[in-house]
C-alpha cells in the first residue's frame, strides 16, 4: 500500500532549515501534520489519563520491605509488577537469570593501633520509617564484589581514590604500597576506588561518606533534613562495569542456568582487594587517629578534625567474607505488539531493584514507567495501537553491576540487533529540571517533547524551565536547546548503547531534591514523600515527558532521527581530544623544564618530604586529520541526504510501506555502524567506538574512547593505530547515511 | 666639590638596557662600580657581624609577659630598646602619644534561644608556655574600638560580613535589620565587618575564627601544631582606617597632650554597633541553633553543623561595656645622622605592640631591626658613616589602629615632606620566601638586593628560590623579578605612603610558617621557636635583605629609583579600572535580560524564599582617555629622561654636591607629586592618588581609589569628575620627571 507522502517532510524541513529546536511551533518531527493533529490528540488524552494517586500507591506498596537481589520482597515485587502489566493487557512474563552475587557472612572493621575501636557497621532507625527498623531483611552495608579477605595494615587517607590522587601522594613521598586506603565516596563510581587502590599496591580499601559531600555539610541529615545521617553508609557495587557490566561469570552471554561460566578466580570483575563503605560516625576515630603530613585542602572533608595523610600511628584490622551464590535475578518485559511495524522496538526500561527499599533509586522512576504502561492499555481500549512494538522492562539486579538488563541484552543479542531502534531508560526521579543524555541524533525530537510538556511548578514548558536553570549557570539569557550529554555507565541504558549499538536515551527531572541518603537504608517512601517529589507532580511529569516519547518514536511515520547534532558532537569530541594531546605536550614540556631547572627542589618547604617528579617522555606528534576528515565526508553525505530529501518532498513521491521500513531500519542502525566486532583495544565487550565509560571514571564518559584514553595513559602507538580505526567506524555511519540518500533518490518518480 | 661622575650611570644603564633585573650581575643602582665595590665590601662586614642569637635573646626578653598597648611591660619594653639604641650610640629617644584607647569592663554574651548559653570567653593557658598562662596581666579577648553596647536579637550569619556576602542574604529574602550578625573572620580587615553590618541595619557584629580557616581545618592545632585552638580568640581592632588611621580623636595632628580633640561622640573611625570575637568553641553552639536556609557552599566552615543563615530560633544576648582612657604609646626613635646628606632620611620601622605578648606579630620583625641598628653601629667604629641620615622607629599602638606611627607622621609632617627619602616598613617574619610590597621605582632596587642574599635553605639568592616559588605556581619557568604588590593598608607604612606621599616598602618572609594564632594569647616565644623561624634563619636573612636596602639607600651617589616599572603599572591600573568597567556593562546588560526573561523566577526552586534582583541602571560610557594619554606623556617623560642620562654620561659631565641634593630631591619627592592637598573624595585623609586601601577591603589596596570606587559603587558622575583630577595628578608626577631632566641637560659641559 502506497500512502501520501504527506507534508511530514516538508514540516520536518522546515524544522530543520529554520533552526527551531525550541519554540512554540508544534511541529513533530516524523510527521504529517494531520499525523501530528492526531498524536497531539492522543498525547492529550495520554495526559489526561495519568494518576498521580498511583505512582503513590505503588511506591508505597513496592519499598513497604528491603528489595535488593535475592531477597523474598524482591520477587514479590516483581510478581506484583508482572501481575499489573498482565493485567493491562500486555504479552508480559519474568525472564529470570541466575547471577554470582556475595551477601555478608563476616564484616569486622577494628583500629588495633594506636587505640582500640571497632566499628559500629550499623545505622539506626528512623520514627516513622518503618523499613529502617527491618533490620533482619535489610542487606548489612557492604560493597558488593569485593572478595573476601582479612587484613591489617596502616591507614592512608587517598582523597576520592582517584589517580590524580595518588599522583599527589607520590609527590609527597607517600608509597600506599601494603597499606590500607581510606578514601571517600565522590568523584566517579565508587568501584574505581579499589581498583586503582589495588594497582597501587594496597592491601585493602575503605570508602566512607563524607559529611562534606553527603551529610550535613550539605545540610540538615535525615530525619530533620534530607541528608546522612552519621552512621548511614551508602552501600554499593564495586564491580569493575568499565570491563564488563553483568554477571561478573557469563561475560558476553545471558547467565542462564545453562550458561557456561567462568571459574570465580578468574573473573576479571571483581575487585582484587578487600573494600567496604563506612559510615562517617565510623570513619572519625579512624581519620582522627592518623597522622603525617596534613591533607591538601580540597581533600578536606567536614568532619571536625584536621585531615592528615599516613601513613602512621593508625593501624586497622579488616576482615570480610561473603556467601557467593547464583541468585534468581527477575526481569519482567512486557510487549505490546506494533500494528504497522511489529518488528521495530520502543524499549522502555527502569530497574526495579534496590539496595534497601529503593524508593527513589529505582522505584520513583520505576513507577513513572508503569503509570505510562497502564495509561497506554487505556488508550488502546479505544482502539488506538502503536505503530511499532513497545517493550516495559523492569530490570532486576542493576544495582550490583547493571546485570539484569545486561543479560538480557546479552540473550537477545541478535534479535535486538535487527528489531531495537531505541532505547528509553529512566532510574531515579525528583523536583526540578529536566535533563537528558543519549543519541544526540534524537536531540532535536527530545527538545520537541520538552516544549510540549508543562512544568507543574512553574506552568512554563519543562524546556523553558529546563532553559531558564542554564541561563541562571551560564549567565547567559539566549535561547538554547536542551544538550543531551553522551552517556557512559551507571544504569540499564549501558549494554543497549554501548554492546549492541542501540540508539539510547537516559531522562530524569531533579535539581531540587538534594539529598545524601542513596543506597542506605533511609531511601524510603516515608522520606521520599518529604523531600522527592511529595506530590508526585514530577513523577506525573516523567510519565508525560517519556510517554511522549515513546508514544512519538512508536507511532512516527518515519524514525524522527537528525544527524546534524551528532556530527558537530563529533567536531566537538575531536577538537577535545587536540586540545587534550595539546595541552599534554605543553605540559610535559613546562614540568620538564621546572625540573630542569629545579624548581622542585627550591620551592618546596624543606622540613616537609615532598619529591621531585621524573622527567616526562615528551609527547610526540599525532595526526587527526583521517579522522577530521571523516567527519567532514560525514557532514558532506548528511547535507547531500538532506537536500535529497527537499527534492523527494518538492517531486510530490510517496514510499511504501516497505521502502518505510527499509528507511526505518537505516536510520535506527546508524547507531550500529558506529560499534565494531572486536570492541575497544582492552575491553572487548564495549563494541561502540564513540562512547564508554572512562576506565577510571565508572559512569563518565570517554567520548573516542580508544583514542582518548590511550592519549591520556601516554600509550601513543596504541594511539596512532586508533586513528584509522576511528576513520573507519565513521565512514561506515556516513555509508549508512548514503543508504538513506540513495533510497529517497530512487523513490522520487 | 666636584666629583667625577665615575660610572655609575653607565651601569646604571646597562643594567636599565640589558632588561637585566634578576640574575649575576653585581652592579648597584645608583652606585659607580668602585662604589659598588665599596658598598659591598662594607656589606660584607655587615653580615658578618649579623648574631642569631641576639633575635633569639631579644625575642625571649621582650615576649615574656603580655605588652600591649598601655600594659606595665609595654613601657618595660620601650625603655629597654631605648636603653639598647642609646648603648648603640643612637640619637634615640621615646616620643610619647595620648591615644584614646578602650579596654573592657562588661564582656557578655549568651544565648537566650532556643537554649541557654553562656559563652565562656577565656582560653586555656598552655603547659610550657607561661604567657598562655599570665591572664592577669592579659587583655582579655575583645575588638577594640567597637563601642559600648547591650543588644539583644536573633543570630543572621553573614559568611565574612563583606557587600557581596550581604546581596547573597538580600537574594534570599534575608534581612539583618533589627538582627545580630554573626560573621567569621577572614576576606579582608575585620574592622570592614561591623561598618557593614551597621550600614545594613543590624544592631551587633560577632565574629568568630571559623576552624575551616584558622583552626583544625588547617592543621593540627595548638600546642600539637600550629593553628588556633577551640578556645583561641583573635583580637584585634575594628577602627575604621579606611577613613583615618591613628588616634580616633586626633585625625590629621599628633595625638600629643595638647592636641585639640574631637568629641568621642563624634568620632567617626569607632564602631556604630557592638561587635566582639569569638573562639570556635563558644561560636559553634549559636551557629548550631540557628535555623532559616542553608549556607551557600562556600560560607561553610568546617564545624561539625549544618551552617544555616537565620534568622529563626537563635537570640543572643551582648552587652559590652569598655573603659575609655587617653592612653600612653611609647615610640622609640633612633637616628644615625648622615655624613653628606643629612636632611635626606631613609626612615626603617617596625611596631612593637603585641595584641598579647606579640612574638610572632610584631616582635620576630622588631628583633630584626634592631640588630639591624647594633650592627650599623658597630660599623661607624670602624669610621663608616652613612651618607644620608637613618633613622630607625619601634612604633607603639600600631595593633589598636596604626596609631604610634600615624601620630608621629601627623606631627612631623611638615619636616618629613622635606626630608623622607624612603620608608621601610616590616612587621611579622616567618621561614619562607621573600616577599616585598612598595613604590613601584624600587622594584629594580629591590631585585638587586633579593640577587646578593642568600637562602638559608637552600643556598641559592632569596630572588631565585621566590622565583621558583612564582614558578610552581605559575607552571612557567621562565626567569622574572620579585614584583612589589601596590601597598594598601594594616602597618606602619600607610601614613607614610598615604598621607605624606613617602616611597615605601614593605618586606618579609614567609609561606612556610603557616599557623592561625595570630592576635591571640598563643603567639609566644615557645610558639614562634617551633612553627615560626626555629633557628632565626630567616630572622638572619631578613636583616641582611632589610639592613642592606637601608644601607645602599642610605649611601648611594644618587638615589636608585627606576621610573619605568612605575609607568608600566600605571597601564596595568588603567587597564584594571576599563575592563571593571566593560564587565559591569556586560553583567549589567546581563542581569536585566536574566531579569526581563524572568529567568531568576523561573529557574528557582519555589520552595525556597528566592527573590528576583531588581532591574539595574545602565553602566554609562566613560571616557578613560585623558589619564592614558597622561600615562603616554609620562611614559614619553621618563624615555627622554632616560636619553638625557646617557647625554649626560657620554659628555663626561659631573654633577656638584647641590646639583645631586636637588636631584636627590626631586626624585623621591616625585611620589609627593601623586598626592594633593584635599585628598580622596569621602576622605580626605588619603592624600595619595594612585594608592588607598580600599572602603570595603580595609588592607587592600585600590589604585586610583577615588575612580576605581566611584565605578564599584556605580557613582557614575564621581567617577567622571575623578578621570580628569588623575590626569592632573599624573601630570605632576610628569613634571618632576622632567624638571630631573633639565637638571641633567644643564649639567651637561
Excluded at 147 to 171: F, K, M, P, S, W
Excluded at 281 to 308: C, F, K, N, S
Excluded at 423 to 435: A, P, Q
Excluded at 557 to 571: A, G, H, M, Q
Amino acid at each position: 500500500m502506497r500512502i501520501k507522502p504527506g507534508i511530514w517532510l516538508i514540516t520536518l524541513l522546515i524544522f530543520l532549515f529554520s533552526g527551531e529546536a525550541y519554540g512554540q511551533s508544534k511541529s513533530l518531527n516524523g510527521y504529517t501534520s494531520e499525523q501530528a493533529a492526531a498524536q497531539y490528540e492522543l498525547e492529550s488524552r495520554f495526559d489526561g489519563l495519568i494518576q498521580a494517586g498511583n505512582l503513590r500507591d505503588w511506591l508505597k506498596r513496592l519499598a513497604a520491605r528491603p528489595q535488593h537481589l535475592g531477597s523474598p520482597y524482591r520477587k514479590d515485587n516483581a510478581e506484583f509488577i508482572l501481575s499489573l502489566f498482565q493485567k493491562w493487557g500486555f504479552d508480559a512474563r519474568i525472564e529470570t537469570f541466575y547471577v554470582y552475587f556475595p551477601t555478608p557472612k563476616v564484616r569486622k572493621l577494628e583500629m588495633v593501633a594506636p587505640t582500640s575501636f571497632h566499628a559500629k557497621l550499623t545505622a539506626p532507625p528512623v520514627e516513622g520509617d518503618p523499613v529502617t527498623a527491618m533490620q533482619e531483611e535489610q542487606l548489612p552495608s557492604y560493597n558488593a564484589y569485593s572478595i573476601d579477605g582479612d587484613v591489617t595494615g596502616e591507614l592512608v587517607y587517598a582523597n576520592q581514590g582517584l589517580h590524580q590522587d595518588y599522583a599527589e601522594l607520590e609527590r609527597r613521598g607517600i608509597d600506599v604500597q601494603g597499606k590500607i586506603v581510606i578514601v571517600r565516596y565522590g568523584g566517579g563510581y565508587r568501584g574505581i576506588k579499589p581498583k586503582v587502590a589495588a594497582e597501587k599496591g594496597a592491601i585493602g580499601c575503605l570508602i566512607y561518606s563524607d559529611p562534606r559531600d553527603s551529610g550535613y555539610g550539605q545540610g540538615d541529615v535525615y530525619p530533620r533534613g534530607s541528608f546522612m545521617p552519621p552512621d548511614g553508609v551508602q552501600r554499593g557495587s564495586v564491580l569493575d562495569i568499565t570491563l564488563y557490566p553483568g554477571d561478573p561469570l557469563t561475560p558476553f552471554v545471558g547467565a542462564t542456568l545453562q550458561a557456561e561460566r567462568i571459574d570465580p578466580r578468574d573473573a576479571p570483575t571483581l575487585s582484587r582487594i578487600p573494600v567496604f563503605p563506612l559510615s562517617y560516625a565510623d570513619a572519625q576515630p579512624l581519620l582522627e587517629a592518623m597522622t603525617g603530613p596534613v591533607a591538601p585542602p580540597d581533600w578536606r572533608g567536614a568532619l571536625p578534625i584536621t585531615y592528615h595523610l599516613g601513613p602512621g600511628e593508625a593501624e586497622v584490622h579488616l576482615k570480610l567474607e561473603f556467601d557467593w551464590k547464583l541468585t534468581p535475578a527477575y526481569n519482567v518485559i512486557a510487549k505490546m505488539e506494533g500494528s504497522e511495524r511489529p518488528d521495530e522496538w520502543i524499549i522502555r526500561g527502569n530497574h526495579s531493584d534496590g539496595w534497601v527499599a529503593g524508593a527513589a533509586d529505582p522505584l520513583s522512576g520505576l513507577i513513572v514507567l508503569m503509570e505510562e504502561a497502564r495509561v497506554m492499555s487505556e488508550l488502546t481500549r479505544s482502539g488506538w495501537r502503536p505503530n511499532r512494538t513497545l517493550v516495559f522492562c523492569a530490570w532486576d539486579a542493576e544495582e550490583p553491576g547493571i546485570i539484569g538488563s545486561t543479560e538480557w541484552v546479552e540473550t537477545h543479542a541478535a534479535e535486538l540487533k535487527e528489531k531495537a531502534a531505541v532505547y528509553i531508560n529512566t532510574d531515579s526521579n525528583g523536583r526540578g529540571f529536566l535533563w537528558g543524555a543519549g543519541s544526540p541524533c534524537l536531540e532535536e525530537f527530545f527538545n520537541q517533547v520538552a516544549r510540549d510538556v508543562v512544568d507543574p511548578q512553574t506552568g512554563v514548558s519543562v524546556a523553558e524551565r529546563a532553559w531558564a536553570s542554564r541561563a541562571m549557570r551560564t549567565g547567559s539569557a539566549e535561547r538554547s536547546p536542551i544538550r543531551l550529554s553522551a552517556l557512559g555507565s551507571g544504569s540499564d541504558f549501558a549494554s543497549f548503547l554501548q554492546h549492541l549499538g542501540v540508539i539510547s536515551l537516559n531522562v530524569g527531572y531533579g535539581g531540587e531534591n538534594r539529598g545524601g541518603i542513596g543506597h542506605s537504608i533511609y531511601d524510603t517512601f516515608p522520606y521520599y514523600v518529604r523531600f522527592g517529589d511529595p506530590a508526585f507532580e514530577y513523577g506525573v511529569a516523567l510519565a508525560k515527558t517519556t510517554g511522549r516519547i515513546a508514544l512519538r518514536l512508536a507511532n512516527a511515520d518515519i524514525l524522527p532521527f537528525e544527524f546534524k547534532d551528532f556530527v558537530n558532537r563529533l567536531s566537538q569530541f575531536i577538537k577535545e581530544i587536540r586540545e587534550l594531546w595539546e595541552r599534554m605536550r605543553t605540559e610535559t614540556e613546562q614540568q620538564n623544564q621546572l625540573i630542569a631547572q629545579k624548581v622542585f627542589a627550591l620551592a618546596q618547604d624543606p622540613k616537609l618530604s615532598f619529591v621531585s617528579p621524573d622527567r616526562l617522555n615528551p609527547v610526540p606528534i599525532l595526526d587527526f586529520s583521517p579522522i577530521e576528515e571523516a567527519i567532514f565526508r560525514m557532514e558532506e553525505s548528511i547535507r547531500a541526504y538532506e537536500e535529497a530529501r527537499i527534492a523527494f518532498v518538492q517531486s510530490g513521491s510517496s514510499l511504501s510501506l516497505e521502502e518505510k521500513l527499509r528507511l526505518d531500519r537505516i536510520l535506527y542502525k546508524s547507531e550500529r555502524a558506529l560499534t565494531r566486532a572486536e570492541g575497544l583495544p582492552t575491553r572487548p565487550w564495549f563494541k561502540h567506538f564513540i562512547y564508554a565509560p572512562g576506565s577510571y571514571a565508572g559512569y563518565g564518559v570517554k567520548t573516542f574512547p580508544g583514542l582518548r584514553e590511550a592519549i591520556e595513559k601516554r600509550k601513543w602507538t596504541e594511539a596512532r593505530a586508533q586513528i584509522p580505526i576511528l576513520a573507519e567506524v565513521l565512514e561506515e555511519f556516513t555509508t549508512q547515511v548514503k543508504r538513506a540518500r540513495e533510497l529517497l533518490e530512487s523513490a522520487v518518480k
